[in-house]
Every structure is written in C-alpha cells, then in structure tokens.
C-alpha cells in the first residue's frame, strides 16, 4: 500500500512539474513577443533616414524654403571643412518620449557623425502649439562630449534657442545655436569661456531694465500735467545719464555671442551619415 501512495505521489509530482515548466515555457514566449513588438512599434515611431540624405529636415514645417536652406549650406559646408556633422531635426509630436530621449533614439538610430570618431550632434525641436509647450534637445555624440559638455548644451538652449523661439525667430535661434556649436566643435574658444562670457552677457541685461523703468516713469511724469511736475518732466533726465545707461546695454545678450559669426552659405550636396554612437547626454529644456 505504501509503495502505491508513493508511486502516486510520483506521478502527480511528475505531471505538476510538467505543468509549470509548460507554464514557464509558454510565459517567456509571451513576454519575448511583447519585447518584440513593444521594440518595433518603438522603432516605428522614431522617423528614418532622409533619402536624399540632409541635415536639415523641418517635418514640423517651422523654417521657410529659404532658411531651411541657409541653415543647411552652413552646416553641408562645416561638414565638409570638419566631418562634424550638426543636424537640425522637427517633428510635430514626440511619440509619449521625452524630448532627450526621442534625441537619443533619433541621433543614434540615423547615426549622426562618423563611426569612428562620433562627432555627430543633433538639435531636436517640437514647436509650441496651442494645447502644449515647446520643446527642444541637444544631443551630442561620444566624440564631442568633451568640447561640448552636458552644461554648455543646457546653456545654448536657455541663453541661444529658447529667448529666440519665445519671439518666434526660429531661424535665429538656430543660426546662433548652430554658429557657437559649430566654434565649440573647431575649439575656437573652450566651454568654459562660453560660459562665462554668456552668464556676463545675461547680468548685462540689468542696466537695459532700470533704464527701461526709468523711461517709463519720466514718460509717465510728462503726461501726468500739472506745472510743478511739467517743470520736473522738462528738464528730464540728464543726457550723459541716459547715454551711460545705454553704452551699459551694449554688451548686454540679445541672440549674437562671441568671435563667431558663423560659416559661409554655401556647399555641396550632403553626402549622408556616417554611423555615429550617442550615450544619451545633452540637455533639454522648453518654452
């Protein structure tokens, strides 16, 4: 009796085990077809390659014909002289991504830069509408870290990109952001010295609002009648004062840095990409 129960125990031991090992079995296929899929439907949200290829693609439709294409000989033209390749990239809707992560996605899949020295950057848009914000990425490939760090990324966004999108000068804002990527790249002047010089330029601005404010009160005390106060209001502010205050403004930020203006509008054909990897740093910010 007892060697019975034993071999029934076995029995039901043996089938119970081929049950959860069918389970397993069957859960791991399950879990490896959504992998799939999940990585597909991935891939299929991330835009490909431009055929013909060119670094300048506004699917978003933000740029006019010609600036679009002024932006796009500036950058063929660097990346000829250079091998550094900067792409400029719009879409209208990020996909449920975050703005870097969808850089990150896009830069390596289209592999910016060239394979063996990862020089490719990628300046990622999605323009503000009415029901959500703006938002913008830069990307920069492996090679370029260390020219272009994470914070000098974070910088040209909120000093370069964001004041100009805000008044809707999105050329603008791309040509200078292009212009200091482009003399950060060529180390015609270091991260470091960006940096400082954009954070001088930023206070510089605090003399342009008090003579602003200042402005305003004489203009106020002019129509505000009254002889003692036209009195005041005609002798106005002293003319050395408000040309100080205006030679203080001159170094103030407004979109334009630095020694460099940016390369020439004109160059050949884009001849595509060259297999650049991205470790997904950069920075990211919105308007």
């Known amino acids: 009796m007892n060697c019975l129960m034993i071999s029934l125990l076995k029995i039901i031991l043996i089938r119970n085990k081929l049950i959860m090992n069918n389970i397993s079995t069957y859960f791991r296929y399950y879990l490896m077809l959504i992998i799939l899929i999940s990585g597909n439907l991935s891939a299929q ?26 932006l796009e000989n500036k950058l063929v033209a660097f990346n000829d ?15 449920g991504y975050h703005v870097a992560d969808y850089a990150q996605r896009l830069a390596q899949k289209w592999g910016i830069g060239q394979k063996d020295l990862n020089n490719g ?27 272009i760090p994470d914070i000098t ?19 603008g804002g791309l040509d ?44 106020f005390i002019r129509s505000s009648g009254g002889r003692n106060q036209r009195h005041i209001s005609d002798k106005g502010l002293p003319l050395w004062m408000l040309l100080s205050m205006m030679n203080w403004g ?16 004109s160059g050949g054909g884009f001849g595509g990409f060259g297999g650049g990897s991205f470790g997904g740093g950069g920075a990211s910010g919105s308007w």
């Not at 950057?121 to 260390?146: C, D, F, N, W």
């Open 45 to 70: 949200d991330i835009p490909d390659r431009p055929y013909p290829p060119k670094l300048v693609n506004d699917f978003a439709e933000m740029l006019s014909s010609e600036d679009t294409q002024a």
């Open 81 to 95: 002289s250079t091998s550094t390749q900067i792409a400029i990239v719009t879409i209208s809707d990020l996909k």
């Open 121 to 147: 950057m990628l300046i990622l848009i999605k323009p503000k509408t009415g029901s959500s914000r703006g938002y913008v990425a830069i990307e920069q490939g492996y090679g370029l870290e260390g020219a």
């Open 153 to 171: 990324c974070a910088q040209i966004i909120d000093y370069e990109i964001i004041p100009a999108f805000r008044q809707e000068d999105y050329y």
């Open 176 to 219: 200078q952001a292009t212009n200091i990527l482009m003399a950060l790249a060529s180390e015609e002047f270091s991260a470091d010295e960006y940096g400082k010089q954009a954070e001088d330029d930023t206070g510089a601005i605090i003399p342009i609002i008090i003579f602003i404010i200042i402005f305003v009160i004489v203009i």
């Open 250 to 265: 001159k170094g103030s930020h407004s979109g334009s840095w630095g020694r460099f203006s940016g390369g020439g509008r």
